[in-house]
């Protein structure tokens, strides 16, 4: 049945992916519908952490701190250590004079001040997911799960989708301008759409077991995040979910001589026991799901009007927290262009830099979360990862497209160092008022602005562009000396940056600023005149 319904922007997964982007089109004023065929989120825990990019991305779509909360029973899990068993990996670590002091996170390095207002966090998917469909339900979304997407067809301006309601059959289709698939690793549709991926490396196949046992006593003041098993017959890695009761070891077996079958629960607990080391408790098994930490990245994030994201479009080991924060910040790079050609601010060749964005940005995601996985390996003697670059932490993107503007000479290498205010970059983050709760990065709000002293807001305002001053101090951070600017896109990434025009660029600051927007996919008027949930600054000028 077609109901005539239409949606600019259909999102098929209501994973934290799909949710993300749900979030996002309605930050960004998009109408959308978003399907899920399960009937609620996911109850297995799945990825533990979220980067500083992505807690970045929650702080500007209004929820970092539910999701905070939702993460808190893992706080005080830090720590990797190795062993046969549990009981012998922390029988040489001092629990802490005070149980209830945070430990050292390998998530807040001091460099970490430098780059971000915020830092990553852990958190399992089964407590994240509700709190962002929770949002996502409050905002003007329409979000149904329960429902199969069945059918896709591409028309010559739109998308015919078939919905299928799982617990009733009935059939409808709605249309769509675009379509974001979030549909996971598992997903169907870059298959029914001949999207060939490039494969790399298998980090083998586990069974992720979910279990209970009461560990509170034991791990009390040495709370640890994971412990690489390697005993005779057992090599897996046991994890902290809830860090009291709630587990899970990732068990590695051969497929080519047993299947998940030959685990039955009762199997199961007694490798739980063995891998406890613990006598007396006793584990209880909740669930177990296979699954192959595999290293995987679409060659095409596009095919018309469907775009890829998250583990539909790369899969990598869950080794730093990477693989659902790259798939928040694929969203977040692409709901902002979907919103500007919508709207007809944009020409619709702006989509093309999802691919030229996102695509390296996967590629260079799944080489280090492979990296980590050869690492974490139990028995390997590969070095531990290193924690102290930008990259490590989801902000060393540097976006090369039509939607960035680099002179000669500028680098393309992902950011190792700091962040420079160099095109591409993420902008450099620094507390723009006394008491430290507004960064830079609040500043573009989800929209167009540029950054620079109060000689360029008379251009911007001609240019239909937001203005705000952070300060010399933020000047010397992005490389403009005292006199030049940087062109800030709606994603917090730097399109454009002239250095002090007085001495090094262009005399007349207007003619700076429309040659650069003459050279970028963009029609009229750059300021959408959206502001992100609860800010607003007498600093910012619209």
Not at 387 to 397: R, V
Not at 494 to 511: E, H, K, L, V, Y
Request: proline share 8%; charged share 20%.
């Amino acid at each position: 049945m077609h109901t005539g319904k239409h949606y600019p922007v259909l999102v098929v997964g209501g994973g934290i992916v799909g949710l993300t982007a749900s979030l996002a089109l309605s930050h960004h004023g998009v109408p959308s519908l978003l399907v899920e065929a399960h009937p609620g989120t996911h109850d297995h825990p799945r990825a533990r952490s979220l980067n500083a990019r992505a807690m970045e991305i929650y702080r500007e779509l209004g929820v970092a701190d539910a999701v905070r909360e939702a993460g808190a029973p893992l706080a005080r899990a830090e720590g990797l250590h190795r062993g046969p068993d549990l009981a012998t990996a922390l029988a040489d670590v001092p629990r802490r004079p005070n149980p209830g002091d945070r430990p050292e996170s390998i998530f807040a390095p001091t460099e970490m001040a430098r780059w971000s207002p915020t830092t990553g966090h852990r958190a399992t998917l089964d407590a994240v997911e509700p709190v962002l469909l929770a949002a996502a339900r409050r905002r003007p979304a329409e979000i149904r799960f329960g429902t199969q997407r069945t059918g896709l067809r591409h028309g010559d301006d739109h998308l015919a989708v078939d919905l299928t309601d799982v617990a009733t059959g009935a059939t409808e289709t709605v249309t769509a301008d675009y379509l974001i698939a979030a549909d996971g690793a598992g997903g169907a549709l870059r298959h029914e759409l001949d999207v060939s991926s490039t494969y790399g490396t298998s980090h083998g196949h586990q069974l992720n077991i979910l279990f209970r046992a009461d560990l509170e006593q034991l791990i009390r003041g040495r709370e640890f995040s994971v412990i690489l098993i390697a005993r005779a017959g057992v090599r897996g890695m046991l994890t902290a979910i809830d860090a009291r009761t709630r587990w899970a070891f990732h068990l590695r077996y051969d497929p080519a001589v047993e299947s998940p079958a030959d685990y039955p629960p009762e199997r199961c607990e007694q490798i739980l026991r063995d891998v406890l080391g613990v006598p007396g408790i006793e584990p209880e098994v909740a669930s177990v799901l296979p699954w192959e930490a595999r290293e995987r990245t679409l060659d095409r994030l596009r095919a018309g009007r469907v775009f890829f994201a998250g583990d539909a479009a790369h899969q990598m080991p869950p080794a730093g927290a990477r693989g659902a924060s790259t798939g928040i910040a694929d969203v977040h790079n692409l709901v902002w262009k979907l919103a500007a050609v919508l709207d007809g601010q944009a020409h619709e060749t702006l989509l093309d830099t999802y691919q030229d964005e996102r695509h390296p940005a996967a590629v260079h995601a799944v080489a280090a979360s492979g990296a980590n996985a050869r690492a974490m390996t139990p028995g390997s003697p590969s070095p531990d990862p290193d924690w102290t670059t930008p990259a490590a932490h989801g902000l060393g993107d540097r976006y090369r497209s039509a939607a960035v503007l680099t002179c000669t000479g500028d680098p393309a290498d992902t950011v190792t160092t700091d962040l420079d205010g160099s095109p591409g970059t993420r902008l450099p983050h620094t507390w723009t008022d006394p008491a430290q709760t507004r960064s830079t990065l609040d500043l573009p709000a989800s929209d167009w602005i540029l950054l620079g002293p109060a000689d360029w807001r008379p251009p911007a305002d001609t240019a239909g562009l937001r203005h705000a001053d952070p300060g010399p101090e933020f000047a010397a951070l992005a490389g403009t000396a005292t006199g030049g600017a940087v062109l800030v896109r709606p994603d917090g990434h730097i399109a454009w940056r002239s250095t002090d025009p007085t001495t090094t660029g262009p005399a007349d600051p207007a003619s700076a600023i429309d040659a650069a927007l003459r050279r970028l996919p963009f029609r009229g008027r750059h300021s959408t005149h959206r502001r992100a949930p609860g800010f607003t600054g007498s600093e910012v000028h619209p």
